[in-house]
């Protein structure tokens, strides 16, 4: 176990529900079931960046990374804790030092040992590459990684007493690669990968169509705390239409659905005699970024000026309608959210409901009009706003049709929307290409830190320009403070600091969506968090 004075206890949540939906009658025959046994097959709408963990931290690489690499700790299916995986133990040996022990025997799918050796090779590969759309902004602390032994590594950090780096160890930026597989400088493209066959987690990729359809096998290398798939046999299959999607699991030839029905979908699901919800935690949060240089008045722009682009988004933060979006879009299974950090963590407080519109949660337009005007800014503003709906869900195209209604409702703006699909969005927000643009997050760890230092931290992974020197100082004291009425104090200070800039938008937390047919058993526990839905419990009769 991990040594029990270095973990944080994860947060309990109250964020909501995610529906696990159960599809309840008789076993279909169109199903798939070979020599084998039955083959599980999940259908979703998302969309796949990259199978190179330092290359990818999004839901829809993350589905198929945290079934295919393994970690040094995770969080047992059905638990809230890190606990060893490929590790031993975890332990406290200094101020700045953790060491962990590895298992022994541990190896690759194609063979290769697995050694403390491909553990600091990964680390080290993370760090080094930085991608912008991978996770290295998770190693905030990590100073650097070194292997004495093949089964023991040694992290060094550079600030002492952090508790949440056993957490971090749990997350994307944990997975462990195969030295003799990735370039430690670059990241590997899907098919190399796939050829080289470097699994070390439950399962492993025998056939890969990106974005259309990939076959799993359970990989007999695992050694970690998951265990032996209880489906040996697991299809992903990808939908462009989530009407489609919906149809086939009606017909059963889609066993389960992981990302993403829309609500009016479930809605009508849920009305069937043979519909079966199930409840469970939710931690998603849907936000807008403001681009700051591209956004009216950003500092790349010809007409750059500071207040008025703070003006103008302020005035943005004035103009929603939280509770509009929550009723009318996604009939309230998500709520009203007034921070980065979602309702039921330690340490979230209502920023934006104390800062904007009528203080009491709800819009104003007469307070967004004196904000603007005493700026000194021309009205209507144009607000190029971005949004995606194959990886966020095609709710998303009515969520922000309601946004753009609602603002220019005000007569103080002017939205021109437009959508792009997700294996472009990536690349483009971080290339400063939208001034205003739709982002969601699903905790790495059940803690307010996940969700201020991925923002507002110096590598921020939302990377828009956004860097004030008194937020990341304050993000930094509250990752090393042991005290826990003092930590709670530094994050609401630090998300009442980020508020009153407006560097994001938050807008709605709430839930994800299973859906399943009743002959597969072990879903309540296959939803690990919002971001990571394990399939190594999940059985068919």
């Known amino acids: 176990m991990a040594h029990s004075s270095t973990v944080r206890p994860l947060s309990a949540l109250s964020l909501g529900t995610a529906l696990l939906v159960a599809l309840t009658g008789c076993t279909s025959s169109k199903t798939s079931t070979g020599s084998d046994g039955p083959t599980i097959t999940v259908g979703t709408t998302d969309q796949v960046t990259s199978l190179d963990p330092a290359g990818a931290w999004d839901a829809g690489s993350g589905t198929i990374e945290s079934e295919v690499y393994a970690t040094l700790l995770s969080v047992k299916n059905g638990a809230t804790e890190v606990s060893p995986d490929l590790a031993t133990g975890i332990k406290l040996t200094g101020p700045k030092e953790y060491t962990v022990t590895l298992r022994k025997g541990l190896k690759f799918a194609n063979g290769h040992q697995l050694t403390s050796s491909d553990v600091k090779f990964s680390f080290d590969r993370t760090l080094k590459i930085a991608d912008e759309n991978g996770p290295s902004s998770l190693l905030y602390n990590l100073a650097s990684v070194a292997a004495p032994t093949p089964t023991t590594v040694v992290f060094t950090l550079k600030s002492a007493n952090d508790t949440l780096f056993p957490q971090v160890l749990s997350t994307a930026a944990g997975y462990i690669v195969d030295e003799q597989t990735f370039p430690a400088d670059k990241i590997l493209d899907d098919k190399t990968i796939v050829a080289a066959k470097p699994w070390n987690g439950p399962y492993g990729v025998t056939s890969y169509d990106k974005n259309s359809l990939v076959s799993f096998t359970h990989n007999s290398d695992y050694g970690g705390q998951l265990g032996t ?15 489609n999607l919906k149809l086939d699991v009606q017909q059963g030839t889609v066993d389960a659905v992981y ?9 009508d699901l849920a009305k069937k005699k043979d519909i079966k919800v199930h409840t469970g935690s939710g931690n998603g949060i849907r936000y807008i970024v403001f681009d700051f240089q591209t956004q009216p008045y950003g500092t790349k722009t010809k007409d750059a000026d500071k207040a008025k682009a703070l003006a103008v988004r302020q005035a943005v933060a004035d103009s929603v309608d939280r509770a509009q979006l929550a009723q009318q879009v996604y009939k309230n299974s998500y709520q009203p959210l007034y921070s980065s950090v979602p309702d039921g963590l330690t340490g979230a407080t209502d920023s934006f409901k ?18 603007l005007k005493a700026a000194k800014v021309t009205t209507p ?16 195209a009515d969520e922000y049709a309601l946004v753009k209604t609602q603002l220019e409702a005000t007569g103080l703006f002017k ?6 699909e997700w294996t472009q969005y990536g690349k483009d927000r971080v290339k400063h290409l939208y001034p205003l643009y739709q982002l969601g997050w699903y905790a790495d760890y059940l803690d307010a830190d996940n969700y201020l230092s991925p923002f507002y931290s110096a590598n921020s992974w939302v990377a828009n320009g956004y860097d004030d020197p008194a937020v990341r100082s304050l993000i930094l004291k509250e990752e090393t403070e042991i005290d826990p009425a003092k930590r709670t104090e530094l994050l609401k200070e630090a998300q009442d600091k980020a508020a009153a800039q407006v560097p994001l938008l938050p807008l709605l937390q709430g839930s994800t969506a299973i859906v399943t047919r009743t002959d597969v058993s072990g879903v309540p526990d296959a939803l690990t968090s919002a971001y990571t839905f394990r399939w190594a419990g999940l059985s068919k009769k």
């Open 415 to 420: 939205v021109n929307l437009q959508s792009t």
């Open 259 to 267: 990302r993403t029905l829309t609500t009016a979908d479930l809605d």
């Open 354 to 371: 104390s800062l904007y519109g009528d203080k009491k949660g709800g819009p104003d337009k007469a307070a967004a009009a004196a904000r």
């Open 381 to 396: 503003v144009t607000l190029n706003l971005q949004y995606n709906s194959d990886h966020y869900g095609s709710s998303s």
């Open 229 to 243: 798939p209880k489906t040996k046999n697991i299809q992903l299959k990808y939908y462009t239409d989530a009407s």
